[in-house]
């Protein structure tokens, strides 16, 4: 057994690469193992500090290598990436382990909270609707071009896609003829099944929310529904990582982005660093507040709809509601609306 104090591991498909020190910085391990092999060797090393650069599946490494005694933390790629000293490829995957393992032991590194097994699973959730919506869109789309081609055109908006389907369904309907017809009764019966995968689906993220007490108090925000409450219970492993409202909708991107010198800060559009999923579930929770009684109801929002155009402004208010949902998080309570100042 070889006495190392802290390890860099690079995770990868197949080949992984580990780069240990000692207390006093002196490499005693450089090597790589086969997948097979990682949980048997970190079984006969004694406890020890592992840093993983945070992926997919890095979350999986992480509680693995938890059970077996060692502390693990997740590091961001971005803040890895300025110890590497050679260039990314595969001959260098040992760098890329010895970087991991000099920037897990900084004092002011940042790391990311590893996720259990059922956050992980509920992610998962998330993102299989959102690959079966992405098809949905798919063959709405293709349906509307072939139909176009033949002068059938009707309304933009999924909510118009009946229309079409009646005008296919109907006999006689003579704009179309076979085998063309034949071909797209068969993608609406595809479009068919994918609707009624994505409705069984939003089932079951509404039963795993009612489970989640984080969930409940946040689907009490306006703005937040079952999917995006969910995916913020689901993807938001600890709020305790952010000192601030402020800090976590930085993170998700909705921060304008600064760029200046000499005391001169200029402030540009949005940064969109962060889940892109979690941020676009925010606009569009944003954009039905805009849409409801509580936009004309709120001076701030009313102002901002005034001054502003519209979908900047939705920005603005999913600034606001990830900030809440922070807060809602940290406080585990649930919304409490504030009374408007006179």
């Not at 020890?48 to 077996?68: F, N, P, V």
């Not at 995968?197 to 939003?202: G, H, L, N, P, S």
């Not at 010198?261 to 569009?284: A, D, E, H, M």
């Amino acid at each position: 057994m070889t006495e190392v104090s802290t390890v860099g591991l690079d995770v990868a498909k197949k080949v992984f690469q580990v780069h240990g020190v000692d207390a006093a910085g002196v490499v005693k391990v450089r090597r790589s193992l086969r997948r097979s092999q990682v949980v048997r060797w970190f079984a006969k090393q004694a406890p020890c500090l592992i840093g993983l650069e945070a992926c997919a599946t890095s979350h999986y490494w992480a509680r693995e290598l938890r059970k077996l005694g060692h502390e693990v933390r997740l590091i961001p790629p971005a803040y890895a990436k300025a110890y590497v000293r050679r260039n990314k490829n595969d001959a260098a995957d040992a760098a890329d382990a010895a970087a991991i393992c000099e920037a897990v032991s900084r004092p002011g590194m940042r790391f990311v909270a590893i996720k259990t097994a059922a956050q992980q699973a509920i992610g998962g959730v998330h993102k299989v609707r959102a690959l079966l919506l992405k098809q949905r869109i798919m063959l709405i789309n293709h349906l509307r071009g072939l139909m176009a081609e033949f002068g059938l055109v009707v309304a933009t908006g999924p909510q118009h896609v009946g229309e079409l389907l009646a005008i296919l369904t109907d006999p006689e309907e003579e704009g179309l003829v076979e085998p063309l017809r034949g071909a797209l009764l068969g993608m609406t019966e595809v479009l068919h099944g994918l609707e009624r995968r994505i409705e069984a689906i939003d089932r079951q993220i509404v039963a795993w929310g009612r489970s989640n007490t984080t969930y409940r108090h946040l689907i009490t925000i306006p703005g937040y529904g079952p999917i995006l409450a969910s995916a913020v219970a689901a993807l938001v492993t600890d709020p305790t990582t952010f000192r601030s409202g402020r800090d976590f909708s930085a993170a998700l991107g909705l921060v304008p982005r600064q760029e200046g010198t000499g005391g001169k800060v200029k402030l540009g559009p949005i940064s969109k660093r962060g889940n892109g999923y979690l941020r676009r579930l925010l606009v569009n929770g944003a954009m039905s507040v805009l849409g409801s009684k509580r936009a004309r109801q709120d001076p701030w929002i009313a102002k901002l709809l005034a001054s502003k155009p519209r979908k900047l402004a939705a920005v603005a208010v999913a600034n606001k509601l990830a900030r809440i949902g922070w807060a809602i998080m940290m406080r585990q309570e649930d919304f409490h609306t504030q009374p408007a100042a006179a």
